[in-house]
T-cell receptor
Framework: DGGITQSPKYLFRKEGQNVTLSCEQNLNHDAMYWYRQDPGQGLRLIYYSQIVNDFQKGDIAEGYSVSREKKESFPLTVTSAQKNPTAFYLC?????????????FGPGTRLTVT | AQTVTQSQPEMSVQEAETVTLSCTYDTSENNYYLFWYKQPPSRQMILVIRQEAYKQQNATENRFSVNFQKAAKSFSLKISDSQLGDTAMYFCAFILYTGTASKLTFGTGTRLQVTL
């Protein structure tokens, strides 16, 4: 079945540690995105990538980094510089944005930093 | 900058009844898309319905339909024959047509509870 996978579902880290969240898609989508969701808020864009080896900052990129070495994969690293890393993180993908703007989401990763 | 406002934090509807969720948005652009996403307790974001701004006809997907009023910048979602499985957070979202990848701007959501 085609889809987007994020692992793990729950992640716990100590403050001061970097942590990498996985996102893989087998939909052959060109663009991939990372959003953050906090209680009582909608999703906010962290980073996005339209093609391999290219990515752009979103609204809240500070303290995060990404890579896009393969079309299928778009990992997100939450660095120790991110002041409030505890949140729910959602990865999404979309087919060629020139054809369709629908974004499809993975199941998410809940990150807790203590 | 674009903004999306959902003024109803919570709503409740009885099974088999109809409910309408409100959404307004603000943009000075003319080419964009609007979406409604559903987030059930599993927290998976599921696309419910989409509307292209250039289309005057309101989108419909089975029991879900929208009332798109472009001049008023309003985009409400109507759920007919509500079912228990419709219980979820519903998010309205906006995206500009740029021809390249761009962000979805989300509202803060409406929590819908369907009761027996």
């Amino acid at each position: 079945d085609g889809g987007i996978t994020q692992s793990p579902k729950y992640l716990f880290r100590k403050e001061g540690q970097n942590v990498t969240l996985s996102c893989e898609q087998n939909l052959n989508h060109d663009a991939m995105y990372w959003y953050r969701q906090d209680p009582g808020q909608g999703l906010r864009l962290i980073y996005y990538s339209q093609i391999v080896n290219d990515f752009q900052k979103g609204d809240i990129a500070e303290g995060y980094s990404v890579s896009r070495e393969k079309k299928e994969s778009f990992p997100l690293t939450v660095t120790s510089a991110q002041k409030n890393p505890t949140a729910f993180y959602l990865c999404a993908s979309s087919i060629d944005p020139g054809r369709s703007y629908e974004q499809y989401f993975g199941p998410g990763t809940r990150l807790t930093v203590t | 900058a674009q903004t999306v406002t959902q003024s109803q934090p919570e709503m409740s509807v009885q099974e088999a009844e109809t409910v309408t969720l409100s959404c307004t948005y603000d943009t000075s652009e003319n080419n964009y898309y609007l979406f409604w996403y559903k987030q059930p307790p599993s927290r998976q974001m599921i696309l419910v319905i989409r509307q292209e701004a250039y289309k005057q006809q309101n989108a419909t997907e089975n029991r879900f339909s929208v009332n798109f009023q472009k001049a008023a910048k309003s985009f409400s979602l109507k759920i007919s024959d509500s079912q228990l499985g419709d219980t979820a957070m519903y998010f309205c979202a906006f995206i500009l047509y740029t021809g390249t990848a761009s962000k979805l701007t989300f509202g803060t959501g409406t929590r819908l509870q369907v009761t027996l």
